[in-house]
């Protein structure tokens, strides 16, 4: 079984300032675990996946996550925060040997502030 | 290289009524999936289809339905609506692989309401 829990369904950070979304996962196999980012009125992008390689992924626009098995965690941060970073993010699990169905977390709606 | 389009954007049917929405993946992607987002639920996956042949299944009634065409083009059907079928509908296309392997590529969604 698989499930993913986000921490905060709202997050609000000033322009310039860190960006930190929290993602916690629980697998019963090796997990692979994505980040995705929804911009009003748009799809879904995927903005960094972690697949067994490198536990620091480095992704799109700035974004990284790093993979913390002991802590079952899979946080996305970013150093600087941009208004154009306003958006839906979703932290998706995957249980690799299983049936490759992903399980979705609740989201998280970043607001940047100028 | 135009992205993943769905069609309808938005559609408005009433209870018992069925609909089908329609999905046209990236040129050569021959992998296309589903998804329902609601408010209560949240993000869920309804099904994959690789070649033509329903590859992967999520917890949805058999109301639910799908197929996918030799052009690699799907469509989703639902039967006998209900309110709670309400719901943002995404279609993703990705090259050949399951989730893990291939990057999913989205389109904006179909927007269905049922009254």
């Known amino acids: 079984a698989q499930s993913v829990t986000q921490l905060d369904s709202h997050v609000s950070v000033s322009e310039g300032t860190p960006v930190l979304l929290r993602c916690n996962y629980s697998?019963?196999?090796?997990?692979?675990l994505f980040w995705y980012v929804q911009h009003p009125n748009k799809g879904l992008q995927l903005l960094l996946k972690?697949?067994?390689?490198?536990?620091l992924v480095k992704g799109i626009n700035g974004f990284e996550a790093e993979f913390k098995k002991s802590e079952t965690s899979f946080h996305l941060t970013k150093p600087s925060a941009h208004m154009s970073d306003a958006a839906e993010y979703f932290c998706?699990?995957?249980?690799?040997?299983?049936?490759?169905?992903?399980?979705f977390g609740r989201g998280t709606s970043l607001i940047v502030h100028p | 290289k135009a992205g993943v389009t769905q069609t309808p954007r938005y559609l408005i049917k009433t209870r018992g009524q069925q609909v089908t929405l329609s999905c046209s993946p990236i040129?050569?992607?021959?992998?296309v999936s589903w998804y329902q987002q609601t408010p209560g639920q949240g993000l869920q996956f309804l099904f994959e289809?690789?070649?033509?042949?329903?590859?992967n299944k999520g917890n949805f009634p058999g109301r639910f339905s799908g197929r996918q065409f030799s052009n690699s083009r799907s469509e989703m059907n639902v039967s006998t609506l209900e309110l709670g079928d309400s719901a943002l509908y995404l279609c993703?296309?990705?090259?050949?692989?399951?989730?893990?392997?291939?990057?999913?590529?989205f389109g904006p969604g179909t927007r269905l309401t049922v009254l």
């Open positions: 998706v699990v995957i249980t690799t040997g299983g049936s490759y169905i992903p399980t």
């Open positions: 697998s019963s196999y090796s997990p692979s």
């Open positions: 040129s050569g992607h021959r992998s």
């Open positions: 972690y697949t067994s390689a490198a536990t």
């Open positions: 993703a296309s990705s090259l050949v692989g399951a989730f893990s392997y291939n990057e999913q590529f």
């Open positions: 289809y690789f070649s033509e042949t329903q590859r």
